[in-house]
């Protein structure tokens, strides 16, 4: 073993008897880093897990003894295994495994392509006035703005089910040879309306017949389905009908459903709408992970008015207002432009008591919009300037965040 | 942002999900490792998955004790670590190495 391997050896040893807690991690590091045999490696991993649910001291006695056992035999395992052809091999594959993947080049092709795609409804004076859109594959496109803004028809237009005025509308991905052939197009395309429809049968059935209705018979629409309902944690509730089911299911299982047949575009208007908390981050972090699939990757379309859970996940946003996109581009590209920083904080305080709190602080408005604060600063003022500046002045935060780059601010 | 095509650092997450007890996260990215990897795996990490459920269920019902609880979780929690292995040493993984070889 090298200096740099017993000095972290000796390190874990101190730390697993001053605090096994802390030692944990340390150890399942040490041993991805010094042992040849992965079965050390699972078991450091599997002891950090028992650590972690350990109920009584004793038991967190023991495993810190099982922990420093453990620890030796990575020791031993590392002299017995660093020069020989076995140990060297292992390792060569590892990396020339890494090396392999990480030059396979990532599924981008556009799935959507629409210019200055317009749409005035007939009764009623709304349109949609010029929407470019740039759908591709594992990437996340969220659309936010107030209701009746054109969200909802921008993805019925999408999703063809209704057609433009005006503009050009393209799926180079799903056209064959070019072709646009719309039964063939709409085939890949999934689209979860805000509103779902209720279904009839159980959960099970609904699923098989989804996967059967594109293609997906025999064996496959098995694995297919039983892939889906373990993924998006829906064992428990195959068996249970529409009115059984709580809203936050109800939407994860029309995400089954709609995912169930590996479609190419995922249209997901208002999915987190009705749902708590927990919820929202559940269907958020799936729908993320999902449309990144190395092998099934899936270009994804979003809308909600929860804007940092959107902005949290998406690559691209467009918010649209009164039918027109005010902002349409990389979500990272958010107030990059801005000539000052906004933020919004909560306090106990009136505006009238902040406002003579803040009389020597240099900023630019201070209203206060029902809810909270917002305050608006020079560029140069960082977040954390200004919160010392809150607290410096005795000023209660119960809550503050800074909304510079975020579409929060296009709603003022 | 892990990049999909980082079997390092996704396998290595999926570890540090276990280690910290986070084991429905772990299964829901074990079983998007195994089909973007090695779909032919996918079979062993749903029924993983299913077996968890059933433990899960056993201990809330009071099906089984304690003891039986863990040991049947250990178990699972190994199945998980193994299934990675084998998935970065599956002959897809292989058969890869060969073509870079050549």
């Avoid at chain 2, 280690?19 to 993983?48: G, W, Y």
Wanted: proline share 2%; with cysteine.
């Amino acid at each position: 073993m090298t200096d740099k391997g017993y000095k972290s050896a000796i390190e874990v040893r101190e730390v697993i008897q001053d605090d096994a807690s802390k030692a944990t991690r340390l150890l399942v590091d040490f041993a991805k880093e010094y042992a040849f045999d992965n079965n050390l490696v699972h078991r450091a991993i599997v002891l950090s897990h028992e650590y972690a649910t350990a109920v009584s001291d004793e038991s967190r006695l023991q495993l810190s003894q099982q922990m420093s056992k453990l620890l030796e035999e990575i020791i031993e395992d590392h002299s017995n295994n660093s020069n020989t052809d076995q140990g060297r091999k292992k390792k060569a594959i590892e990396k020339a495994v890494e090396e392999f993947y990480s030059k396979l080049e990532l599924k981008n092709d556009v799935v959507v392509k629409g210019k200055s795609l317009t749409m005035a409804y007939k009764k009623g004076n709304f349109t949609l006035s010029d929407v470019d859109i740039d759908l591709r594959l594992g990437e996340i496109t969220g659309v936010v703005g107030e209701n009746a803004n054109g969200k909802t028809t921008l993805f019925e237009i999408i999703a063809g089910n209704i057609d433009i005025d005006s503009g050009e509308l393209s799926y180079p991905y799903l056209q064959k040879n070019g072709k646009f052939d719309w039964p063939s197009i709409k085939n890949k395309i999934a689209y979860v309306p805000q509103m779902l429809p209720r279904w009839y049968g159980s959960l099970k059935d609904n699923l098989h017949f989804e996967a059967a209705t594109h293609g997906i018979k025999g064996r496959k629409n098995r694995e297919e389905v039983e892939f889906i309902f373990h993924r998006l944690e829906l064992a428990d509730f195959l068996d249970l009908k529409w009115p059984q089911l709580s809203g936050g299911y109800k939407m994860r299982f029309a995400l089954a459903k709609a995912l169930v047949w590996k479609p190419k575009l995922l249209v997901l208007d208002e999915p987190l709408a009705h749902l708590d908390i927990k919820a929202q981050l559940t269907i958020l972090n799936d729908i993320r992970d999902l449309s990144r699939s190395l092998r099934f990757p899936i270009a994804v379309i979003i809308s909600s008015q929860h804007l940092y859970e959107i902005e949290s996940i998406s690559d691209n946003l467009i918010f649209l207002q009164e039918g027109k996109a005010i902002f349409n581009g990389k979500t990272e590209d958010l107030g990059k432009t801005r000539k000052e920083n906004t933020f919004e904080f909560e306090t106990p305080l009136s505006l009238q008591e902040l406002g003579e709190r803040l009389k020597d602080f240099k900023y630019g408005s201070l209203v206060n919009n029902g809810l909270y604060f917002v305050i608006t600063t020079s560029i140069n003022v960082s977040q954390l300037e200004l919160l010392r500046a809150l607290l410096s002045r005795d000023i209660d935060i119960c809550y503050f965040r800074n909304i510079s780059q975020s579409s929060k601010q296009l709603f003022r | 942002m892990i990049a999909s095509n980082d079997i390092s650092r996704r396998s290595d997450e999926i570890q540090i999900l276990v280690a910290s007890n986070s084991i429905p996260t772990a299964l829901k990215k074990l079983m998007d490792f195994v089909r973007d990897f090695a779909t032919e795996f996918l079979n062993e990490a749903i029924v993983i998955s299913a077996n968890f459920v059933k433990v899960e269920g056993d201990i809330r019902t009071k099906a089984i004790d304690y003891k039986e609880y863990t040991k049947g979780r250990n178990e699972l929690l190994f199945q998980m670590l193994t299934l990675i292995d084998e998935v970065k040493n599956s002959i897809v993984v292989r058969e890869s190495l060969i073509a870079i070889e050549q």
